[in-house]
């Protein structure tokens, strides 16, 4: 109990300073379309938890703790870079391998490959490739107020329970833990930032790399942990496949986490978040029954029982997002028909009419607006009209999709740099006013400008697919 006020009221103190002198350094959080927040927030949360670790580690002369601390300094050093100078992904990993071969050098007898035997060189794999998926996991579920917090409070207590070389730190940990799930709490008033979710990544991967077997099979001690951080690996998994199937990097932002995907089905920051926490102690519950001795009859079970329930809950988010995105759809068609001055699209256009062109696609915010409600979606699309109308005098507006506006111009065959940055601002100021996140480097999302040459090769393709539809649907009927 000591343990924990001392490094909750460390902790209160020192997060509350940091606050301040985020807003002094202007280290905020990122503007994108992954974090929802509309204010800019200090990312220093996880210089927070990092120094009231150290003076606890101090105080209390806990010698785990300042082993784990030393090992994980690269990466405390790699996340305040990128807080101040947003690093690319490579850089980021460099210092995860950073902390891994620290852990390897340091530790490399109680690193629980070594003492099931195995191979030098399997340790070293294992051993980097656990730190990395755990490190940037969290980093991948790091996207609403208190969400992390809520899951890594979950998972603390077996972690504790499970003897590894950070149990006799638990109660530490938790108290600076506490004091950042304070000012985290919704409204946020300071996030994790990179320092912040690789150190809670770090804990995950160390606890597990420093298990001290008890009895019962390793493949059950595996098992058992897989299934204690089910929740982020199985998120940054599924992020992976569907981004390297959409020939994007694996480390791109996007907006369909799970989190995400279940603030589209209508919950709030705060029900996503007891989500986590929910899921992720029973995940946790799980995982302790499974690296315990107790019968394998019952574990077997009791991980076949947790998984399958663990996948029905994905699957029906999964599938219910995928119908409300159906309704969404039909609903942004109609919208753009009833308030946009649209032209009928036969793609019949001969070739003297094909200008240089602008296309808008509005997926992204129907996305996120729609989350706040239909008459903010209505508000947007009348916003939208309005910037047609004035901005683009005599244009033909045609509808490509039921997100999609093409805007030809009356003439010109090329745009000028000063014509595209004053068009982008003023989509910006659009944007910023309802409040729809921007892309990390601040270009307004879903708008594209055609010279004339490559507008006319885009119609063309899009004509002899409209013609391909048509025959299909005829031969069918």
């Given at each position: 109990?000591?343990?924990?006020?001392?490094?909750?009221?460390?902790?209160?103190?020192?997060?509350?300073?940091?606050?301040?002198?985020?807003?002094?350094?202007?280290?905020?959080?990122?503007?994108?379309?992954?974090?929802?927040?509309?204010?800019?927030?200090?990312?220093?949360?996880?210089?927070?938890?990092?120094?009231?670790?150290?003076?606890?580690?101090?105080?209390?002369?806990?010698?785990?703790?300042i082993d784990f601390l030393i090992i994980a300094s690269p990466l405390v050093i790699g996340g305040?870079?990128?807080?101040?100078?947003?690093?690319?992904?490579?850089?980021?990993?460099?210092?995860q391998f950073l902390s891994a071969g620290l852990l390897l050098s340091l530790k490399y007898d109680s690193i629980i490959w070594t003492t099931w035997n195995q191979h030098p060189i399997i340790t070293s794999v294992l051993t980097v490739f656990f730190i990395v998926a755990l490190c940037n996991s969290i980093n991948f579920i790091d996207g609403l107020d208190g969400l992390v917090f809520g899951y890594f409070l979950a998972v603390l207590p077996i972690?504790?329970?499970?003897?590894?070389?950070?149990?006799?730190?638990?109660?530490?940990i938790l108290g600076s833990i506490l004091a950042f799930g304070f000012f985290n709490k919704k409204p946020a008033r300071i996030y994790l930032g990179d320092v912040g979710s690789n150190l809670i990544g770090l804990i995950l991967a160390y606890s597990f790399l420093t298990h001290k077997p008890l009895s019962g099979g390793k493949h059950f001690v595996i098992l058992g942990y897989l299934m204690i951080f089910a929740l982020?690996?199985?998120?940054?998994?599924t992020a992976t496949i569907?981004?390297?199937?959409?020939?994007?990097?694996?480390?791109?932002?996007?907006?369909?986490?799970?989190?995400?995907?279940?603030?589209?089905?209508?919950?709030?920051?705060?029900?996503?978040?007891?989500?986590?926490?929910?899921?992720?102690?029973?995940?946790?519950?799980?995982?302790?029954?499974?690296?315990?001795?107790?019968?394998?009859?019952?574990?077997?079970?009791?991980?076949?029982?947790?998984?399958?329930?663990?996948?029905?809950i994905l699957y029906l988010?999964?599938?219910?997002?995928?119908?409300?995105?159906?309704?969404?759809?039909?609903?942004?068609?109609?919208l753009i028909e009833t308030y946009v001055n649209i032209e009928k699209t036969d793609y019949d256009l001969p070739e003297s009419h094909l200008h240089q062109a602008i296309i808008l696609d509005l997926f992204n915010y129907y996305k996120e607006l729609q989350r706040k409600g239909l008459p903010k979606v209505v508000t947007f699309v009348k916003d939208i009209s309005g910037f047609i109308t004035f901005k683009f005098k005599g244009a033909r507006v045609m509808l490509l999709s039921s997100y999609s506006i093409a805007i030809i111009l009356p003439s010109g065959d090329k745009w000028n740099k000063t014509e595209t940055d004053l068009l982008k601002a003023d989509f910006l100021r659009l944007t910023d006013k309802h409040k729809c996140s921007r892309l990390n480097n601040n270009e307004p999302e879903g708008l594209y400008f055609y010279q004339k040459e490559e507008f006319?090769?885009?119609?063309?393709?899009?004509?002899?697919?409209?013609?391909?539809?048509?025959?299909?649907?005829?031969n069918a009927a």
């Open positions: 109990m000591v343990e924990i006020l001392f490094s909750l009221i460390a902790g209160l103190l020192f997060i509350f300073s940091l606050i301040f002198l985020g807003r002094e350094l202007k280290v905020y959080g990122q503007q994108s379309f992954r974090r929802i927040k509309e204010e800019s927030v200090p990312q220093l949360g996880g210089v927070g938890i990092v120094l009231t670790l150290l003076l606890s580690a101090y105080y209390f002369n806990n010698k785990d703790l305040v870079l990128d807080d101040f100078l947003e690093l690319t992904a490579r850089s980021k990993l460099l210092f972690l504790y329970l499970v003897p590894n070389e950070l149990s006799s730190s638990v109660f530490l982020p690996l199985m998120d940054m998994t569907r981004r390297v199937i959409a020939g994007v990097s694996p480390f791109s932002a996007d907006k369909d986490h799970i989190h995400h995907r279940l603030l589209k089905v209508g919950l709030n920051d705060t029900q996503v978040a007891t989500v986590f926490f929910l899921v992720g102690a029973l995940c946790s519950n799980v995982g302790w029954i499974l690296v315990n001795d107790v019968e394998p009859l019952l574990k077997w079970s009791t991980l076949f029982s947790s998984t399958g329930v663990l996948l029905i988010v999964f599938r219910t997002e995928g119908q409300l995105g159906k309704h969404i759809s039909h609903f942004g068609r109609t006319a090769i885009f119609y063309r393709e899009m004509a002899k697919k409209n013609k391909s539809n048509i025959n299909d649907n005829v």
